[in-house]
């Protein structure tokens, strides 16, 4: 087992024991409060109200919200600091909505008394959680500090800046342990750096070396600034479930997008971690898998209607399944409603346009309303896609993207969506050019990203639709 997954299971155990132990804790209190008598109405020291079904719904209760507070994201990167405020935060929300909403409904008789019980709650909730969560904190620290855990890290490039990167990471950080050097360019792969660290191979054998040397991240650190190698290199590693990161330049250091880790190491950007706060990342998945299985279970009806009305107006099935690459370009099928005659592409793709005569009688009202898409909420579901994200394309595309705008890489770091802000700008894109205008549309998002954001979008989106301007 990894460090990460012992380390969220630590947290996960010890987090509902907290929750055992507060509303054991909490009912006794209760119990003296109200009935004035510790030991009435008590069988072998079980208070009542309601306890058995309470103690069954309180955990699970915690649980939900300590994940949408994300402290299960990152469950290694935790600071005492981080575990107060994220603890604290969690801590008020579980109490003012158990105590409100939930399961007490005792009669107020003293304000005063109730609200000392919900501080009391509180002061709990708080205090056992954390006290618990430190503890495991620190030993995670710990076992960084004294390198039994490390994260092993590879450097791609075998330059000056290289080197420099290496010993300011071995230098300053109790975490990550250098592993060597892949050089980016085949010819060069012979080539031993002059440094304590050895050279690993190059990129074309980067899949053997991460399971050779369990790598966990690698840094770019190229002494040339050529973006098209820097993207070709990203897109190289994306596929690898591993963190990427490169050497800032000026541009990411004047725009906020570099980050420095520890002092004494040199600014960083991370491909790969969302702009998005981790609680922020939970909430949305949260109202991706509400709003998803809402909309399939009310559009039902809706769904059967438009499966005839496809079924009698043209030969051929009623779902279409197309392969995209989504996050982290791993490959899936999307699902739609199948809005063109059967075969249209003849297995050469082919773009669509808003007066595409492929499309059928009932492809032109789906498409107008944007109705074809409501399968995809299918995709939401199985976490292959998100409500709002990045609109996914297909390889052949990609590759012809990617020759133009070689960063196109960059946003598979999230999830795609079913919608954006590309299509309700610009519509169906029926050009390359189109595509990567579309593209940069999503990366203006992916810097923005946030749940305003994706409420915002989806207020154009409904605009969309109800206008009919989806072509």
């Keep these: 087992m990894s460090p990460k997954q012992s380390s969220l299971l630590k947290y996960l155990f010890f987090d509902i024991l907290s929750a055992f132990v507060v509303w054991v804790l909490f009912m006794y209190f209760r119990q003296i409060v109200n009935d004035g008598k510790l030991f009435e109405h008590v069988q072998v020291f079980i208070p009542k109200y309601n306890f058995f079904s309470s103690l069954l719904v309180y955990p699970i209760f915690c649980l939900f919200v300590h994940w949408l507070s994300g402290f299960y994201i990152n469950p290694l990167s935790h600071n005492k600091t981080s575990d107060f405020l994220t603890t604290f935060s969690s801590?008020?929300?579980i109490s003012i909505t158990i105590f409100f909403l939930l399961l007490l409904d005792d009669v107020v008789v003293d304000y005063q008394q109730y609200y000392y019980s919900l501080l009391v709650l509180l002061g709990l909730q708080l205090s056992i959680t954390l006290a618990f969560r430190l503890i495991i904190t620190s030993k995670i620290q710990y076992n960084y500090r004294r390198k039994r855990w490390s994260i092993n890290t590879a450097i791609v490039g075998d330059g000056s800046n290289a080197q420099r990167i290496a010993g300011e990471i071995q230098m300053n950080s109790d975490r990550n342990t250098i592993i060597g050097f892949v050089s980016e360019r085949r010819q060069r792969a012979s080539k031993q750096a002059h440094t304590a660290f050895p050279m690993l191979g190059d990129l074309s054998q980067i899949e053997k070396l991460i399971e050779q040397h369990r790598i966990e991240e690698v840094i770019i650190a190229l002494d040339e600034n050529d973006e098209q190698r820097l993207y070709s290199i990203i897109n190289t590693l994306f596929r690898f479930n591993i963190e990427i990161r490169f050497t800032a330049r000026i541009h990411e250091i004047l725009t906020g997008s570099a980050e420095v880790q520890r002092?004494?190491?040199?600014?960083l950007v991370s491909i790969t971690s969302p702009s998005m706060p981790d609680w922020q990342i939970c909430v949305k998945r949260f109202f991706d898998i509400s709003i998803s299985a809402f909309s399939l279970s009310i559009l039902s009806p809706l769904l059967l209607l438009f499966s005839i009305w496809i079924k009698i107006d043209?030969?051929?099935?009623?779902?279409?399944k197309q392969e995209r690459l989504?996050?982290?370009g791993i490959p899936f099928d999307i699902l739609k409603f199948r809005t063109m005659k059967a075969g249209a592409e003849n297995g050469l793709p082919q773009l669509s346009s808003a007066h595409d005569e492929r499309v059928t009688s009932a492809g032109k009202i789906l498409r107008k309303y944007r109705l074809d898409e409501i399968p995809q909420f299918w995709n939401v579901l199985k976490g292959e896609m998100s409500i709002v994200g990045p609109r996914p394309e297909r390889r052949y595309y990609i590759e012809k993207i990617m020759q133009s705008a070689p960063y196109y890489c960059l946003i598979y770091k999230i999830r795609p969506g079913l919608t954006s802000?590309?299509?309700?700008?610009?519509?169906y894109s029926d050009s390359i050019e189109k595509m990567i205008e579309r593209l940069n549309y999503d990366l203006v998002y992916m810097d923005k990203?946030?749940?305003m954001v994706d409420l915002k979008i989806l207020l154009l989106t409904f605009e969309v639709i109800f206008r009919g301007k989806g072509v």
């Design 91 to 93: 801590s008020i929300i």
């Design 314 to 320: 043209s030969r051929g099935s009623v779902f279409y």
């Design 449 to 451: 990203m946030s749940l």
């Design 263 to 267: 002092p004494g190491i040199s600014p």
């Design 326 to 328: 989504g996050r982290n």
């Design 421 to 427: 802000w590309g299509p309700i700008r610009i519509g």
